[in-house]
């Protein structure tokens, strides 16, 4: 069992950086897991945002952050970050890493792969 801990949010004005991190702890090595980060906007469903396969070798992203958010993880020190420039209003919302293992590596854009779920952390981009 996994457990994640997400922070890194906070307050950012449109067009600035945030980075985000989500730290893992479990009885498995952290690189049998494929991770991925969803977001939350108030009154809306969850949504996929990027994601990263196990070895960090497959990278995966919403078409609404291409080209703008950045994922990686070391598996050495359990931690997979969300890097996010060009910040827009509508990236506000809470953010969510989440873990899958699974038997093939697979970047999933469905929540319900995922087993386990960070707390979430608050990110708003003013305008």
């Known amino acids: 069992q996994a457990q994640l801990m997400e922070s890194g949010g906070g307050v950012a004005e449109t067009g600035g950086s945030l980075t985000l991190s989500c730290a893992a702890s479990s009885g498995r090595a952290f690189s049998t897991y494929d991770m991925g980060w969803f977001r939350q906007a108030s009154g809306k469903e969850r949504e996929f945002v990027g994601g990263?396969?196990?070895?960090?070798?497959?990278?995966s992203y919403a078409d609404s952050v291409q080209g703008r958010f950045t994922t990686s993880r070391d598996n050495d020190k359990n931690i997979v970050y969300l890097q996010m420039n060009s910040l827009k209003p509508e990236d506000t919302g809470v953010y969510f890493c989440?873990?899958?293992?699974?038997?093939?590596?697979?970047?999933?854009?469905?929540?319900?792969?995922?087993?386990?779920w960070g707390q979430g952390t608050q990110v708003t981009v003013s305008s």
């Open positions: 990263i396969s196990r070895s960090g070798g497959t990278t």
């Open positions: 989440a873990a899958r293992r699974g038997l093939i590596p697979v970047v999933s854009y469905d929540a319900q792969d995922y087993e386990y």
